[in-house]
């Protein structure tokens, strides 16, 4: 599924944040998550289990334990919440690591300590074991949405009219579909995603996608999306154009960005947060491959990015040019995904080092330290009083029964 990179200390280039680790020790490839309120459901691909993160305490007891089949991509793959809803989706099998019964997405009634009643949402196909992709998002009309691969079609060059041939049925692959309420295609032409997001301010889909050898994009997804693939990763040239086989009233658009050698972009987070008044142009983008955290600016539309670099404005990095214009921090390992808390900071999930890290502004930092000393400094006076009266009370009982 994923190539893990070499470790390393997280950093970030912004001297006035820092990098904190929020839980770590998590197990069996935490992959994604998802907040509801201050809690944080982490997802485990290979177990099938579901965690709750409360006050910063990775939670032993699972909320939810499925029986999933993990070779390659399958495995838990995907979590939203949206309302008093939670969506799964993931590779469901008869066993843990049994044969494949389906990709599907359920609904789930969250009691505060268990995910119950377990509802059928959708049925996806299983054709290969990668290309599944998973990632739910709900936009700011309430409806939710999941990005699916092309379910190995493409490369074996089986995929129908969704990934840009002239025939074959439409199957569920490549494609971004609205889940709830049930509608049709969002997006076509999808190669495979660990990456979809909402703009808070304009309500656009964005994504990240996943090219063979080359190609891997963010992109601006608007309604009647049609992102090229099986027949362009990255920027489509004039031949290209000329092959697509325009299926319905679905429109190409190039990628807002790309990146020539894959660096496998996984999660994307725009900065919606006080905490950050800098960052509210920002849009945040992890990979896997190098395990860096990589930081775009909007354009006053919201509809692309600028640079500063000249190697960078045509939207591509070539081979040879330098992203340090976009590199905003490193080390986070196989970094799968990303997301501004209810709280305003910064949450990442890491795949490889089976830990969520925090990104905080240092004030914010040396102001919860302060409070806990502060706490520390009158509770353990307290405490030791307490000790002290009981051992003395125990002491003087002892004496009592001695006479």
Known sequence: MFAIPAYADPSIKDSDLIVQKYVSGICCGPVTMAFDGNDIFILEKISGEVHVIRNGIFQGTTVLKENVTTDDDQGMLGIDVAGNKVYLYFTESS????????????????????????????MMPSFENYHIGGIMTTDLNGSTYLIVGDN???????????????TGAPDDTGVIVRLVPPGPYYAIGIRNSFGLTVDPVTGRLW????????????????PNFNSGWGIVAGQANVTQLAEMPHYQNYAYHDPQFTWDKPVAPTGIAFVDSDKFPNYHNSVLVGDCNNGNLYKFELN???????????QLKDKIVNAGDSMDEIVFGAGFGCLTDVKVGPDGFIYIVSYSDGTIYRIMPKQY???SLSESLQYLAYVVPVAAGITLFALYRTRSKKKSIVK
């Open 300 to 310: 006053p539309n919201r509809d692309g990015f600028v640079f500063q670099s000249d």
């Open 95 to 122: 066993y843990r690591g049994g044969p494949i019964l389906g990709n599907r997405v359920y609904s789930y009634d969250w009691n505060g300590q268990n995910l119950v009643n377990k509802t059928l949402v959708k």
């Open 152 to 166: 190995g079609r493409a490369e074996e060059g089986k995929g129908g009219v969704l990934e840009n041939n002239a």
């Open 365 to 367: 930092a040396e102001s």
């Open 207 to 222: 994504d990240t996608e996943n090219g063979p050898d080359h190609g891997d994009e963010v992109n601006m997804v608007q």
